[in-house]
């Protein structure tokens, strides 16, 4: 088809997974990274002068006699990027809310991972500057960078499979959260007691206004920047108040009955547009809509393509003469921080990993494959926004200059590392390399009522390994979209696919949804779902009982059967049923997909859903492999 169409929440209406939106915004927003380090480098290097009294620009914001004074670099380092950890955050809670992290068991790993990639870079970083003055700058070395390492692991497309991306995110997210401890603890100036008691109570506040329920977004963001500011005072570095708020921001999936109220709404504004209606809609529409997921769409290319860059901007601009790289190749500094990203993170996690999945039997695995584990473990090794961060805390001067070195050095070789390991694992046999890559862990369900061969209507081979679930509505001109690229996907991938349709009509607006699905059920009494069927997305804008007269006469129905089942609504218990399943599994919307039991977010063009499908057969051959292995 000449567009890719895209999933969608109701019929129309895009449905893209946040982590998909995520990672496509980070694989551009790291190239924009990459292009500020370099206009950083270049400007401290051809204009120093500027560049050091740019960032040194006092910038005060006062009420009365209070206020807050602190140059621009330092805005940029604790103001704007508490607003890049508020995203991190937000994506850590939708996965711990609704994706792969919603099984707690899946946490422990990864979590474990994150803290020994962490232990080990530190330990390294303290042997090689054991004895030396710069040794207190020893959490430089151990906080990856989330937005940089996710966006190189874009870089790397398919070399590399979709879920390292999850178990990379919530390494990362450890990390960083230990990281802020570390900076509120080693590296932040005096405690000042009664501002840390002001954010403590803030912080309270907070939770309790969550816990009772409290939706006001204004009161949420004033409380968020007095947390911030009293962190300020205190001495904590303010930054984490940006973690610690997204957290605190629940993700869940949108509610079909709440989006058939809204659809009420709006028709009521329709018949009478006043302003007390338009409100009322508004809000309705806000309610249906993750706050998680409406906060990361607001905040996220800013972050990605404002606040990161900018942040490099400030931090990366260091004077590079031979000399001074001369110095940091022998500096213990630059050399520890090196060691500690480059050995010490994929070793960290790798190890861990391993250690974690031994001691605890098998209970606990890696989402992906031992390869794609060693090649997340040296993309962990890009540590550039925190570390940068401590870097500007724990030095001066020269030391600061050797820090800077070392970090970006750091990020040259974890990339080339990772592009080392994905050459290798290519390198491997197809079967070797697809169990290095996925690994041996379940694949996390989130199809609801699992597909029955007595009951559902099944297309293709019964024992396909992989089945393609829709949940459509006859009337929803984007199912009728889809339903030629089903079609050819079947015929491509033959006896290996097996379809399922599942209703899900959308009354609300489809007014001859249900009919449809009803008239396909009492076809299905007489053998012929599949007929009519196709007849009924053939012919979608005619779906009134006059119609579906004619068409159960055209695929050889008995028509008094017919019409008596059809007034007797003697499908509609089994429309019912998948109305039922769809509420269970957490759709919405048509035409929703899901591949083995996983739901397919994103486009469903036949390219996409073809990748979906492949995928799913070498999970599923792996997983046929290791059964016969333990038999």
Known sequence: M???????????????SPLRTFMRTETSSAAALLTATLAALVWANTAPGTYDSWWHTRVSLRFGPA????????????GLMALFFFVVGLEA???????????????ALPVIAGLSGMLVPVALFIAVNAGESSVHGWGTAMSTDTAFALGILAVFGDRLPSRLRVFLLTVAVADDFLALVVIAVAYSGTLQLPALAVACAVLAALLALRLAGVRISAVYALLSLVLW??????????????????????ARSADRQALESVSGLFRRFREQPTPELERTLRRGLSSTMSPNERLQRM??????????????LAN???????????????????????LGYVAGKPLGITSAAWLAVHASGGRLRPPVGWGAVAAGGSLAGVGFTVSLLIADLAFTGAQLEDAKIGILAAVLCSFLLTWLATRLLALLPAQRRARALLGQEQTIVDLGEPVDARRDHIRGSLNAPVTLVEYGD????????????????????????????????????????????????AASLQGQYWQMHDMLLTHQGALQVKHLLVYAEQIGLDGDTFRNDLRNRAGSERVAEDVQSADLSGVSGTPTFFVNGRRHYGAYDIGTLSAAVRTARVQAALASTNRSLHR
Do not use: K
Not at 229 to 250: F, K, T
Not at 299 to 312: D, G, L, N, R
Not at 492 to 521: K, T
């Open 2 to 16: 000449s567009t890719p169409m895209t999933g969608q929440t109701a019929c129309g209406a895009e449905n893209r």
């Open 67 to 78: 206020g807050i004074s602190l140059d621009l670099r330092d805005w940029v380092n604790s």
């Open 93 to 107: 809670r939708r996965e711990f809310d609704l994706g792969e992290l919603r099984e707690r068991r899946r946490l």
């Open 229 to 250: 500011a009293a962190l300020l005072q205190s001495g904590v570095d303010p930054v984490v108040s940006g973690l610690i708020m997204g957290l605190l921001i629940y």
């Open 299 to 312: 905040f996220h290319p800013w972050t990605s393509f404002v606040i990161v860059p900018v942040f490099a």
């Open 316 to 338: 990366a601009g260091i004077t590079i003469s031979a000399g001074q790289l001369a110095d940091a190749a022998t500096s213990p500094l630059t050399l520890g921080i090196v």
């Open 474 to 521: 006859f009337e929803c001109p984007y199912c009728g979209l889809a339903e030629p690229v089903v079609r050819e996907l079947l015929a491509s991938f033959g006896d290996e696919v097996r379809y399922v349709w599942r209703h899900l009509p959308l009354s609300d607006v489809h007014p001859n949804a249900q009919l449809a699905a009803e008239a396909a059920e």
